[in-house]
DNA sequence: GTCGCTTCTGCGACAATTCGCAGGTGCGAG
DNA sequence: CTCGCACCTGCGAATTGTCGCAGAAGCGAC
């Protein structure tokens, strides 16, 4: 995939990250603007996947400044981290917000509607003034089908 | 902490847990049996004070052990696990649900009732047939005073 | 009580993530 | 344009968490 990154594509630019981090009172560094163009929206990153295709453009960029600017853009509200349970935690940019259902039994992943999710957001709003930034959620439990099976083996029926 | 630790003193006693395991087809090991027992209701562990914890009476226990034992009583709804963003996940018996708010900013955390969580999870069931287990959730976002700042900061108000 | 199968455990290696420090650099002040 | 401070970065080391394997141990069968 060395084609034309071509221009200004993207949802975010590089203008308006600079501006973000201005506004934060953080500084504007080569490593910020290509680390956020490294991340596209749909796809899943581990942090060793970022730093795998940020690598051929800073020369020299260690791991532990991934670390750091994905948390950074993370509390800027740009990138979610979500552990989806394999030990490696998964950065996305924030685009669209969604959320997934893992089977603990099966590994299965269902995707999750932020439909589901709003009311809670306005409880916690309502109840404790408490602004959540949910933007995406991994909920651990059992699918339809292990549920099911479960609840069989918890009856005594063993097989 | 050295005094008698006395008899059943325990919300979970070694029969229960033993009973819990054999259901599920698993071992009953002096390694589960003394690490339940390092678990307290109320108290957060991190994996490594829990390794502290029990290496006195289990000469030779490793790592590994008490990692592979959280994430069974994990899976078997025995304790929680939580990230409370410090970098190290913290776990802690089930006995009454309870879940935190997290403030990204000023590192504040609430304590939010589980009657706030029921209702999401009713959703999921109903949307999906999914049972979600959501015994000990960690929200994250801002409090109400940094929720504040941040709008009077974005408003221009830079100072 | 003994045997044997299967599951657990300890061990060591490895991968993922965090931390402290010294030097480099952005950016506002003058 | 230059100066200087504070923030960032690269580096290395320490932590935290995962994995595969060989031997030990639990538990049902006999």
């Given at each position: 995939?060395?084609?034309?990154?071509?221009?200004?594509?993207?949802?975010?630019?590089?203008?308006?990250l600079a501006a973000r981090l201005r506004g934060a009172g953080q500084r504007v560094t080569a490593q910020r603007?290509?680390?956020?163009?490294a991340l596209r929206p749909g796809e899943h990153l581990s942090a060793d996947?970022?730093?795998?295709?940020?690598?051929?453009?800073?020369?020299?960029?260690?791991?532990?400044?991934?670390?750091?600017?994905?948390?950074?853009?993370?509390d800027l509200g740009l990138v979610s981290e979500t552990d989806l349970g394999g030990?490696?935690?998964?950065?996305?940019?924030?685009?669209?917000?969604?959320?997934?259902?893992?089977c603990r039994a099966c590994g299965?992943?269902?995707?999750?509607d932020d439909i589901v999710i709003e009311p809670l957001r306005q409880a916690i709003r309502q109840?404790?003034?408490?602004?959540?930034?949910?933007?995406?959620?991994?909920v651990f439990g059992l699918?339809?089908?292990?549920?099911?099976?479960?609840?069989?083996?918890?009856?005594g029926d063993d097989r």
């Amino acid at each position: 995939m060395s084609g034309p990154t071509a221009g200004t594509g993207g949802a975010a630019s590089r203008e308006e990250l600079a501006a973000r981090l201005r506004g934060a009172g953080q500084r504007v560094t080569a490593q910020r603007l290509v680390m956020l163009e490294a991340l596209r929206p749909g796809e899943h990153l581990s942090a060793d996947e970022v730093f795998a295709r940020v690598e051929p453009q800073l020369p020299g960029v260690c791991r532990s400044t991934v670390y750091r600017t994905l948390e950074l853009f993370r509390d800027l509200g740009l990138v979610s981290e979500t552990d989806l349970g394999g030990g490696v935690r998964q950065f996305e940019p924030i685009d669209g917000r969604h959320h997934h259902l893992v089977c603990r039994a099966c590994g299965d992943q269902l995707a999750l509607d932020d439909i589901v999710i709003e009311p809670l957001r306005q409880a916690i709003r309502q109840r404790h003034g408490f602004v959540a930034e949910i933007d995406h959620l991994a909920v651990f439990g059992l699918c339809v089908y292990c549920a099911e099976e479960a609840r069989a083996v918890a009856a005594g029926d063993d097989r």
